[in-house]
C-alpha cells in the first residue's frame, strides 16, 4: 500500500519564525489533506491539496503530485500553533480511506 | 467546528466488554469513516459507510461493527474490548462514496479499556 512519511518528526520554534513541513508519498494519489491536531485530539482542516498550492492567512501549502510530495510552510510562528500537523492522502488507485503521515510535532516557544 | 459531533466524549471500560461510539455527520454529507488514533501516532482507518452499506475497511477484525442510519448518522460497535482497543476514535464525514473529497473529522472519543 502507499507509504506516507513526513519529516521532521520534531521541531522546536522561537514566537516569530518560519518553519517548512514536509510530506512524502509513494504512490499517485487523488486526496491530500494537512491537518493540526490540537492538544484535545481535534483534528483542524488546514488545507485539501491534491495538487497545486493554496495560501490561508500565515499559512501555505504546495503539493507537487507527480514528483509526489507536499510542503507546508507556517511564517511568523505563534504559540498557538503548537500540536501536532498530519499529512493524510487517498491512494489514486486505492482504497476509500485517507492514509496518515506519523505526523511533525511542533512546539513554539514565545 | 467542522459540524462533526461524536458522542461520548470519554468512556472507561473493563477488557471483554462491549461499547458503542455515534457519530453525527455534517449537513449535507453522506458518508462517515471511522478512524482509531493511538497514542503517539496518526489514525488508521477502521471502516466506511456509504447508503448505509460498509464501503471499505481497514486492517481490523470483526469485532469491529458499524451502522449508518438514514439519517447518514453512524455508529461504531467494538465487541469484546482488549488492552490494545484504548485510543481516541475519530469519524469523519464527506460526501460521495469514495474518499477522494475533503474529509472533516469530529472531536473524537476517548476509550480506556482496563
Known amino acids: 500500500g502507499i507509504q506516507v512519511e513526513q519529516s521532521p518528526p520534531d521541531l522546536i520554534l522561537q514566537e516569530g519564525a518560519n518553519s517548512t513541513l514536509r510530506c512524502n508519498f509513494s504512490?499517485?494519489?487523488?486526496?491530500l489533506q494537512w491537518f493540526h491536531q490540537n492538544p484535545w485530539g481535534q483534528l483542524i482542516n488546514l488545507f485539501y491539496i491534491p495538487s497545486g498550492t493554496k495560501q490561508n492567512g500565515r499559512l501555505s501549502a504546495t503539493t507537487v503530485a507527480t514528483e509526489r510530495y507536499s510542503l507546508l510552510y507556517i511564517s511568523s510562528s505563534q504559540t498557538t500553533d503548537s500540536g501536532v500537523y498530519f499529512c493524510a492522502v487517498r491512494s489514486s488507485g486505492g482504497y476509500n480511506k485517507l492514509i496518515f503521515g506519523a505526523g511533525t510535532r511542533l512546539a513554539v516557544h514565545p | 467546528e467542522t459540524g462533526v459531533t461524536q458522542s461520548p466524549t470519554h468512556l472507561i471500560k473493563t477488557r471483554g466488554q462491549q461499547v458503542t461510539l455515534r457519530c453525527s455527520s455534517q449537513?449535507?454529507?453522506?458518508?462517515v469513516s471511522w478512524y482509531q488514533q493511538a497514542l503517539g501516532q496518526g489514525p488508521q482507518f477502521i471502516f466506511q459507510?456509504?447508503?448505509?452499506?460498509?464501503?471499505g475497511r481497514g486492517n481490523f477484525p470483526p469485532r469491529f461493527s458499524g451502522l449508518q442510519f438514514p439519517n447518514y448518522s453512524s455508529e461504531l460497535n467494538v465487541n469484546a474490548l482488549e488492552l490494545d482497543d484504548s485510543a481516541l476514535y475519530l469519524c469523519?464525514?464527506?460526501?460521495?462514496?469514495?474518499?477522494?473529497?475533503?474529509?472533516?473529522f469530529g472531536p473524537g472519543t476517548r476509550l480506556t479499556v482496563l
Open positions: 469523519a464525514s464527506t460526501t460521495g462514496g469514495g474518499g477522494i473529497n475533503e474529509q472533516f
Open positions: 459507510y456509504y447508503r448505509e452499506e460498509e464501503n
Open positions: 449537513s449535507g454529507h453522506n458518508t
Open positions: 504512490d499517485s494519489v487523488n486526496n
